[in-house]
Nanobody, 128 residues
Framework: VQLQASGGGWMQPGGSLRLSCAAA????????MSWFRQTPGKEREFVAG??????????AYVDSVRGRFTISRDNGKNTVYLQMNSLKPEDTAVYYC????????????????????WGQGTLVTVSS
């Protein structure tokens, strides 16, 4: 399985960006996919995750992005998105998508060690 992340770039505070993570090589009927981010000198931080099984989905967000970021999935394209609105300078980071065929419970979703596959990272810079 290969994950290809894209959509990063520069944006002014208050603006929006949408990240994409396309999964190639396998389609899962149930799985967990999430977004993490990392800044220099800091550990990788969980941002948002979703798990699905058939038509059932549930979501989790870190408190700092809840209400501003939305994770979603396009089944037909085997792609997960992260819509980021009301961006703040503190959202600046390299964003990584991650996936596992395990259906992780909410408390496990933030554990980067639970994921089997990672994208290459896409840089998001928020500044004026």
């Amino acid at each position: 399985v290969q994950l290809q992340a894209s959509g990063g770039g520069w944006m002014q505070p208050g603006g929006s960006l949408r990240l994409s993570c396309a999964a190639a090589g396998r389609t899962w009927s149930s799985a967990t996919m999430s977004w993490f981010r990392q800044t220099p000198g800091k550990e990788r931080e969980f941002v948002a995750g979703m798990r699905w099984s058939g038509g059932n989905k549930d979501y989790a967000y870190v408190d700092s992005v809840r209400g501003r970021f939305t994770i979603s999935r396009d089944n037909g394209k085997n792609t997960v998105y992260l819509q980021m609105n009301s961006l703040k300078p503190e959202d600046t980071a390299v964003y990584y998508c991650a996936a596992t065929p395990k259906r992780l419970i909410s408390s496990s979703r933030s554990n980067s060690g639970q994921y089997d596959y990672w994208g290459q990272g896409t840089l998001v810079t928020v500044s004026s």
